[in-house]
């Protein structure tokens, strides 16, 4: 069966430097691939979609991208700020698009 | 998008009783999903429940255990029946967006539950 693995450990960087956190998959390629925002006490919140074919997304500070060859996507924060602290969870959602699939998600700490 | 209200926010319980969580959305949607999230781990889909049918449950995840009732296109329940410790967890219900926003999903902020 499909299984995301993300980074157990928290990531520590100071601001104003880019964050990079990883999300691989196991087995096939998803349809597409989801970066969701968690805070303590709040449901995940829709960041980033990136398809198939697509290589690269980019919204504001922050960036995805997806290499179906390695299995995996990066997930970048430019310039990152205190407030950007959070555990962030890649998803996939399977061909088909009705069942989304989660990782277990990175912590992000950002040091002013 | 989709606003999705979850209650209760938590909850302190007692091994053998059971508790049921509320799912509001205010929009139609034809399906709802229940999750898990346990300390550090990822979300677990439970079920899926849909207007007017049987929810379908995940492997793992029982109608005995986890019964949902889902009575109209706004509106969804599960209920954590002869709950104990392991039961201890976070339980979000989450809608697709439509739409633009189809493959999008939205969550409720969740009911955090401790089994005593």
């Known amino acids: 069966s499909q299984k995301i693995e993300q980074n157990s450990e928290a990531l520590n960087i100071q601001e104003g430097k880019t964050a990079t956190l990883t999300c691989n998959y196991t087995?096939?390629?998803?349809?597409?691939l989801q970066w969701y925002r968690q805070d303590p006490g709040r449901g995940p919140v829709f960041l980033l979609l990136?398809?198939?074919?697509?290589k690269e997304k980019r919204k504001e500070r922050l960036k995805v991208t997806f290499d179906t060859t390695l299995k995996q996507s990066l997930f970048h924060i430019t310039a990152s700020q205190p407030a950007d602290s959070a555990t962030y969870l890649c998803?996939?959602?399977?061909?088909?698009?009705?069942?989304?699939?989660f990782g277990a998600g990175t912590r992000l700490f950002v040091k002013a | 998008s989709a606003v999705i209200s979850q209650k209760p926010s938590r909850d302190i319980c007692q091994r053998g009783t059971s508790l049921t969580i509320q799912c509001q959305v205010d929009?139609?949607?034809?399906?709802m999903f229940w999750y898990r999230q346990q300390p550090g781990q990822s979300l677990t889909l439970i079920a899926t429940?849909?207007?007017?049918?049987?929810?379908?449950?995940e492997s793992g995840f029982v109608i005995d255990k986890f019964p949902i009732s889902r009575p109209n296109l706004t509106f969804s329940t599960l209920t954590v029946s002869n709950m104990s410790p392991e039961d201890s967890s976070i339980y979000l219900c989450?809608?697709?967006?439509?739409?633009?926003?189809?493959?999008?999903?939205?969550f409720g902020a969740g009911t955090r539950l401790s089994v005593l």
């Open positions: 990136i398809r198939e074919n697509e």
């Open positions: 989450s809608v697709d967006g439509t739409g633009d926003t189809k493959n999008i999903q939205y």
């Open positions: 429940a849909n207007q007017g049918s049987e929810a379908t449950y």
């Open positions: 998803a996939l959602v399977e061909p088909g698009g009705f069942k989304t699939i």
């Open positions: 929009s139609q949607v034809t399906m």
């Open positions: 087995n096939y390629s998803p349809a597409y």
